[in-house]
C-alpha cells in the first residue's frame, strides 16, 4: 500500500471489509476519511466503470458514496471514494422508496453510455430499442457463452420467450442490488453502493433484491406493488445472477441455475 498511498497522498490506510474481490481500505486525506479499493492493474477498467455508475446514481437523487478519483499507479488499480459509516439495519422503507425514484429516471433505450462489471464478469451494454432483444443478447446469452466455455452445457434458449410482449420502459437500474450492496447511516437514511449501472426493466432490480434473502416487507410496500407477470419474470431476471456466480465461483450455483430453468421451462 505504501507506494500507492503516496501516489494518492492518502495516510493512515487500515483494511476494512468490502467485497470479495477487491483489497479496500479506509484511510484519511486531506483530513477527510475516504474508502479505497484496490486491485492489480487490469482491473482499472472496471473501477472506473464502477465510479461512472456511482455518479450516475447521484445524479438520479440517490444516495451514494462520491467517487473522488481512480486509476492505475505502478502494478495497481485503485478506486478512491467518499467513506460513509454504514450499518445493516435502517429505514427501508425510505430505501424502497429512493428506489422507486432511480427508476424513473428514463432512457431512450435500453443498455449505458459504456459497457462496464457485474462483479469482475464483462457486462455488456450495447444499446437495444427492445427489451426481450437486450436481455437474449446482453445478458443470458454472453452469460451462457462463458457458462460452456467452463464446462456447463445449459439449455435455455427458450426461456427468454417469456418476455414476448413486455415492453417496459427503460428505467436506470442499479443493476447489482442484493442486500450487501445496500446500507444505512447512523440516522437510518438509506445508501446504495457497488452499482452496475443501465437502463433496464425496474423489476430486473426489484427481482435481485429478492434472490438472496430479500429485504424487509416495508422496502416492498414503499416502493409499490410490481406488474402483473412479475412472479414469472423475476426468475428470468435473477438467472442472470445465478450464471454469473456460476461462472465466478463454480458449480456450487448449479442446482440453483438447473432449478430455475426447469422453473422457466414449465411457465412456458
Not at 161 to 184: E, K, R, Y
Request: aromatic share 12%.
Amino acid at each position: 500500500m505504501t507506494p500507492l498511498a503516496k501516489h494518492l497522498g492518502v495516510a493512515d490506510a487500515q483494511p476494512v471489509s468490502g467485497g470479495c474481490i477487491h483489497r479496500c481500505y479506509r484511510a484519511m486525506l486531506g483530513g477527510r476519511p475516504v474508502f479505497l479499493k484496490v486491485n492489480e492493474a487490469r482491473f482499472a477498467d472496471a473501477f472506473a466503470a464502477e465510479a461512472d455508475s456511482l455518479a450516475a446514481l447521484r445524479a438520479a437523487g440517490c444516495t451514494a458514496p462520491e467517487p473522488i478519483s481512480h486509476g492505475a499507479a505502478d502494478a495497481d488499480a485503485y478506486l478512491l471514494m467518499e467513506f460513509l459509516e454504514l450499518r445493516s439495519r435502517g429505514d427501508f422503507a425510505a430505501l424502497g422508496r429512493m428506489l422507486a425514484n432511480v427508476h424513473r429516471m428514463h432512457g431512450q433505450h435500453f443498455g449505458w453510455r459504456r459497457d462496464n462489471y457485474i462483479g469482475s464478469t464483462p457486462q455488456p451494454n450495447g444499446a437495444y430499442k427492445n427489451w426481450a432483444e437486450f436481455w437474449r443478447e446482453r445478458r443470458l446469452g454472453p452469460q451462457l457463452a462463458l457458462a460452456k466455455r467452463n464446462g456447463y452445457d445449459l439449455d435455455a434458449e427458450d426461456v427468454g420467450h417469456l418476455l414476448q410482449g413486455h415492453n417496459p420502459v427503460p428505467s436506470l437500474l442499479h443493476g447489482d442490488l442484493w442486500s450487501g450492496n445496500a446500507g444505512f447511516l447512523a440516522g437510518g437514511a438509506p445508501v446504495l453502493f457497488d452499482p452496475a449501472v443501465y437502463y433496464g426493466d425496474a423489476e430486473a432490480d426489484l427481482a435481485m433484491t429478492e434472490l438472496f434473502g430479500g429485504f424487509p416487507r416495508e422496502f416492498y410496500s414503499a416502493y409499490g406493488p410490481p406488474p402483473a407477470g412479475y412472479e414469472t419474470r423475476k426468475h428470468l431476471y435473477n438467472l442472470y445472477h445465478l450464471l454469473n456466480h456460476l461462472n465466478l465461483f463454480g458449480g456450487g450455483y448449479l442446482g440453483q441455475v438447473k432449478a430455475t430453468l426447469g422453473l422457466l421451462a414449465r411457465a412456458l
